[in-house]
Nanobody, 114 residues
Framework: VQLQASGGGLVQPGGSLRLSCAAS????????MNWYRQAPGKQRELVAG???????NYADSVKGRFTISRDNAKNTVSLQMNTLKPEDTAVYYC?????????WGRGTLVTVSS
């Protein structure tokens, strides 16, 4: 499975960004698609996830601000990020998780700053 993330950049506090991740390969092994992030000096954390059935989950810190979605026909997963805060600054990683396997894309940097 290969994952290609895009959409990061610099945004002012209160602004919005949309991250996208295109997946290719043996996707039948994938149960869930996730977005993680890692801020400088911090551990990587789960931001949001969506299962093949469409069930979503979010970190408490982003609930109500971020929305994860997937397009099964296009094999893409997106993360709409609204009302961004400086503490959302991090490298964001797309992840594809199977029952025993986990795949990672290259990260995309999101910087929230005035």
């Amino acid at each position: 499975v290969q994952l290609q993330a895009s959409g990061g950049g610099l945004v002012q506090p209160g602004g919005s960004l949309r991250l996208s991740c295109a997946a290719s390969g043996f996707l039948s092994r994938i149960n869930a698609m996730n977005w993680y992030r890692q801020a400088p000096g911090k551990q990587r954390e789960l931001v949001a996830g969506i299962t093949s059935a469409g069930t979503t989950n979010y970190a408490d810190s982003v609930k109500g601000r971020f929305t994860i979605s997937r397009d099964n026909a296009k094999n893409t997963v997106s993360l709409q990020m609204n009302t961004l805060k400086p503490e959302d600054t991090a490298v964001y990683y797309c992840n594809a998780a199977g029952s025993t396997l986990s795949f990672w894309g290259r990260g995309t940097l999101v910087t929230v700053s005035s």
